[in-house]
């Protein structure tokens, strides 16, 4: 498949949300509100949660089902606060020694007046700084789309994985190709340049896993399920500090030039 | 006839014509034309100004102290002691990653542009006797973008001021991760925050001095991660753009958004500090910084 149809299918109408993850995978799912700071915001779900029996804090992007529902979460697009409910939830989590689950679905942090003058690059920024050293396991995994920083702000992780039809990109392709061509509906050309599928940040070693969408989705569920708590058993066996100079070094080794 | 050779007594004391020389001085008195380099007309009060005056000013217009944008080299110059700054890794070059369309052309214009082989320059330096390391960023590379060389020169310096117990002392400027090395650049985000984590949780301090434009993915990674955030006056900071934000929300945007003032009055800078006043600022700082005093 070409990236173009990838994008797409990130995109499809029917396509599951951060909370169909959450309710199939874990049970006993209870919500947590709030940044207490200044707001809820709907485009970041976060909680407590079991899975297979251990307790773990979930984070999820949330773009709403049906057209109501989407307004109120923007389109799964998160305020400050988004990220600042998710960063205070993660610090919970180290503290009661739990580990993080988190889903990345968005096509960008929020892009407006709101949002800047609360601050979004400095939420984003924060979360980049403190997940580096959180004293707990931290997952990701992209399920839809992954728009540059608003995607990364819940994507430093001791892993990394994606859904074979997610993407991850710098900007959106839409953004690209209005950059490059001044011409936003050259979409296609835009996907293909910036190598934004899951096959090509494998490659990259950006990601460390690709999950394969079979027919029946269902079997997503049960494949991550399984994935998700015999890698957390993993990582929790390490040693604090080794997993800690792991994760440092997971994004310290990317993009480093040849020479010299 | 006699008034022939008077013109004649006249001429006889002309020097020669030279058509050359006409033509300068028909220049000279006719267009007072001034070449593009040389003068430049305030964007903020509109005066016209001397370049060689505006240099000699630190780039701050002397009519309203509207400042321009100023090369990394001009500030090392007036930020760091006299032949004390030290460069780390002149040499590390980005190259074509992703095979993206114009890259390695583009590369090639900012190189000629901006004299530099890269959009930020690092080092070691003095500032009022006081040692610590310095980057700076190049608003003609690229307007400053981040990519992978971006990312890993400012790593190293992060990670070289750790184990040497040196405070960092940053001026940015960008429009963000580089498009054109596509999910490598977003990694420079979380990669360069990883260096500055480290370096802070050794007790090490960290001032960014924000200048005009800081936006995108270094505003939302090691811009706002200083313990001492501080911005030029007028300085545009922010994560989107301004005209991202019209064209997608059509908002209109109230006067002064995501300048230094109105960032200041929400709380994200600790101070906006003019540029005649930086190196004093940054010596008082580093020196109310000093270990045992």
Known sequence: MEAYERLAASRAKNRPTGMSYIHNIFTDFLEMHGDRRFGDDKAVVGGIARLCGMPVTVIAHEKGVGTKEKISRNFGSAHPEGYRKALRLMKQAEKFKRPVVCFVDTAGAFCGISAEERGEGEAIAENLKEMITLKTPILSVFIGEGGSGGALGLAVADEVWMLENAYYSVISPEGCASILWKDSSKVKEAAECLKLTADDLFRMKVIERIIPEPENFGEVYENLQSELYHTLLLKEALKPEDMLQQRYDRFRRLGVPAQK | ?293
């Not at chain 2, 004391?13 to 006409?22: D, V």
């Not at chain 2, 309203?64 to 040499?91: K, L, P, T, W």
């Not at chain 2, 959009?119 to 190049?138: H, K, R, S, Y």
């Not at chain 2, 019209?246 to 958004?257: D, S, W």
Request: aromatic letters at 8%; glycine letters at 8%; a neutral charge.
């Open chain 2, 1 to 293: 006839m006699r008034i022939r050779s008077m013109m004649l007594t006249k001429n006889f004391f002309k020097k020669p014509e030279n058509p050359l020389e006409w033509y300068d001085n028909r220049t000279k008195n006719s267009i007072p034309d001034i070449p593009d380099q040389m003068c430049i007309s305030c964007p903020k009060c509109k005066a016209i100004l001397l370049t060689g005056d505006l240099n000699e000013n630190a780039r701050v217009c002397p009519k309203c102290g509207y400042h321009f944008r100023m090369n990394a080299r001009q500030r090392v110059g007036m930020i760091a002691d006299e032949n004390s700054f030290s460069e780390m890794d002149a040499e590390m070059r980005s190259t074509n990653l992703i095979g993206f369309p114009n890259y390695d052309k583009k590369l090639w214009h900012a190189r000629l542009e901006s004299g530099e082989n890269e959009a930020v320059i690092c080092g070691t330096a003095q500032i009022g006797g006081f040692p610590c390391c310095l980057f700076v960023m190049e608003p003609h590379f690229m307007m400053g973008s981040m990519g992978t060389v971006v990312g890993e020169k400012i790593t190293r310096l992060f990670e070289y001021a750790a184990e040497k117990s040196l405070p960092v002392i940053g001026f940015t400027v960008s429009g963000g991760a580089r498009m054109q090395e596509g999910i490598l650049s977003l990694m420079q985000m979380a990669k360069t925050s990883a260096a500055v984590k480290r370096h802070s949780d050794q007790g090490n301090l960290y001032v960014a001095i924000l200048t005009d434009p800081t936006t995108g993915g270094v505003t939302a990674s090691f811009a706002m991660e200083a313990d001492i955030i501080v911005a030029e006056p007028g300085a545009l900071i922010g994560f989107a753009g301004p005209r991202v934000i019209e064209q997608t929300m059509r908002q209109k945007l109230p006067p002064n958004f995501q300048r230094s003032e109105f960032l200041l009055e929400k709380g994200f800078l600790d101070d906006i500090v003019p540029r005649g006043r930086q190196r004093d600022y940054l010596v008082s700082l580093l020196s109310l910084h000093q270990r045992g005093s």
